[in-house]
């Protein structure tokens, strides 16, 4: 099931990317900002995290979020730079919204319990940095001439983007399902404390089709649609998805996951703005992030 889940996705990533042209070409955004609303949804982990909070697996409701958010960057963003290095000239302001977004999401965790109204302004804070996105994003070149002149000559037709667009995003959801199902099946038989489960095993299995989502627009001369991955994603974790499970269920919230989880967060994404902001992510830039992810994932395994 895992190795058919990453074929599928690999797949349908190609089609989804063709999709994406065509449509942005039809609402006349970039396709980073239509990037950003639909590649940047992740219905699985939204699932997962009301799933385990209803549940009374705080570890995993929470992981969802902030494990999902670490493994996104440190990852999917390091693993898939090391294969491909991110060439790509984000907006100013975007990569203000993206460093802002983790500190924001602290709101979620100041107190001992997830509260309702702090997940209300999360959801308005979502709805206001997906606008600034796709505002900041118009009319912005992601990456040199000669590449933008070649990526408008191959805008697929009307019906074509459709259909790509949408075959490839359900395809995607079912190779994750996939993916995440066999990669379950792997770790069960081994002992693993609830908080190592819940914010590092859990997302990571929930979320390895990420690193495929960064690597593969970037090898197909995207890059644009893999920081639009990146940024949207990151906006649907940590302000949507921890905005719902507040506002669905009550959920506590462990110190750990304040004073370990959240600043690891706000560490690994001010790294990565600081590449972003000079022009991409290199392999030895990406290997920094792996390395830190490892760092993250020795803490749990330490302070458990």
């Known amino acids: 099931m895992f190795l058919v889940g990453a074929a599928l996705v690999v797949g349908a990533t190609e089609a989804f990317l063709k999709g994406l042209v065509g449509l942005a070409a039809m609402v006349g955004v970039s396709t980073f900002a239509i990037t950003t609303i639909l590649s940047g949804m992740e219905a699985e982990n939204t699932a997962v995290g009301l799933a385990s909070g209803s549940s009374g697996f705080t570890e995993l409701a929470l992981g969802a979020v902030f494990g999902g958010a670490i493994f996104l960057i440190c990852v999917a963003l390091g693993l898939g730079a090391l294969l491909y290095p991110l060439r790509v000239r984000l907006p100013k302001p975007i990569l203000l919204i993206f460093l802002a977004t983790p500190v924001v999401s602290g709101?979620?965790?100041?107190?001992?319990?997830?509260?309702?109204?702090?997940?209300?302004?999360l959801l308005v804070l979502f709805a206001a940095g997906m606008v600034g996105l796709v505002v900041f994003s118009?009319?912005?070149?992601?990456f040199e001439s000669e590449a933008f002149e070649e990526y408008e000559r191959e805008q697929p037709s009307r019906t074509k983007s459709i259909v790509f667009a949408l075959v490839g995003l359900v395809a995607i959801a079912a190779g994750g399902e996939l993916i995440a199902t066999g990669a379950q099946g792997l770790v069960a038989g081994f002992p693993i404390p609830p908080l190592v489960m819940g914010m590092v095993i859990g997302p990571a299995v929930i979320e390895l089709e990420e690193v495929i989502r960064q690597a593969v627009p970037t090898r197909e001369g995207r890059p644009e649609v893999a920081a639009g991955n990146l940024v949207g994603t990151l906006l649907y974790f940590l302000l949507f998805n921890l905005g719902v499970i507040a506002l669905a269920t009550p959920v506590a919230v462990l110190p750990l996951v304040r004073t370990f989880d959240w600043p690891v967060l706000m560490t690994v994404t001010a790294l990565a703005v600081v590449f972003l902001w000079r022009g991409g992510v290199s392999r030895w830039q990406g290997l920094v992030l792996v390395l830190a992810y490892a760092v993250f994932v020795a803490g749990h395994v330490l302070l458990r």
């Open 107 to 121: 709101l979620g965790v100041a107190w001992p319990v997830l509260l309702r109204p702090i997940g209300a302004l």
């Open 138 to 142: 118009r009319g912005h070149q992601f």
